[in-house]
């Protein structure tokens, strides 16, 4: 690897780059890396680790984006001290709390018991008012689901992408009137993205006992409740509401990463 290229492509591009450029690119970083992973990156570089070495910080699908960022900006191994004060103000900037609330589902609905937020309501508004994108994973759904109601509602809308992430055996093992199959799924949510458990060598499927919602790249909400209405009516669930974009991204870019090895698609 050649010194420009291990300097994050610092070469061929600083001289491309004017200050207001480069500024730009050190704003994309700080919207492309965790605090956690500029501070990391940043202790490797001061440990006088190569690029590529303090990159292993970064989950695997940002790296390259994270190199041409940092490149663009002017940063890498030949600015060494330069490039860990930019990651350190990262660090900073992002050092803030996460917003978490938790939000219950009790017998009785809405206030009942004293209880206050309600998952049910919280996670269909959700949905429903998406914009962009909404990825969901469920270990069952039935149809009486409020969820399953607002799935179908924003996946007929073509500016909003839905990915669901379903479990074969529980939903196709024994096929019922009020419990679509996969393929059930991947008919009524057109323009959706169904991915199901397949197989591995031995024959047998894992379990897609995840259960989650992420709303714009933005919202997270991780829940005990499946998509029934018994769980989003008369059980004692509780899901927690996490407004965190960096953490959304990193929940959705896993799940990518696991497709190959866990999931197939479901054709509409």
Known sequence: MNGADEAG????????????????AVVELGSVLSGAQA??????????????????????SRRRRV???????????????????????????????????????????????????????????????????????????????????????????????????????????????????????ARELKGAVVMRTRAGEDGKRPRNHAKFVVVDHQIVVVTSANMSRSAEERNVELGLRLDEPLLARAIEDQMRALEPHVYERVAG
């Open 67 to 185: 190199r041409e960022l940092m490149g663009r900006a002017g940063l890498g191994t030949l600015e060494r001290e330069r490039t860990a004060a930019v990651l350190r103000a990262i660090e900073g900037a992002l050092a803030h709390p996460t917003s978490v609330t938790p939000v219950w589902t009790v017998p009785g609905g809405p206030g009942a018991f004293g209880v206050t937020g309600h998952l049910t309501g919280l996670i269909h508004e959700l949905v429903t008012r998406a914009y962009g994108a909404v990825t969901c994973s469920t270990y069952n759904i039935a149809r009486s689901s409020a969820l399953w109601e607002a799935l179908k509602e924003v996946a007929a809308r073509p500016e909003v992408s839905v990915r669901l992430y379903l479990d074969t055996d529980v939903a196709d093992a024994e096929p019922k009137p009020w419990v679509p199959t996969t393929a059930q799924v």
């Open 39 to 60: 501070r990391a990156v940043a202790a490797s570089l001061e440990a006088g680790e190569t690029l590529t070495q303090a990159l292993g910080a970064v989950e695997a």
């Open 9 to 24: 492509g610092s070469g061929r591009y600083a001289g491309q780059e004017g200050e207001a450029g480069r500024r730009d």
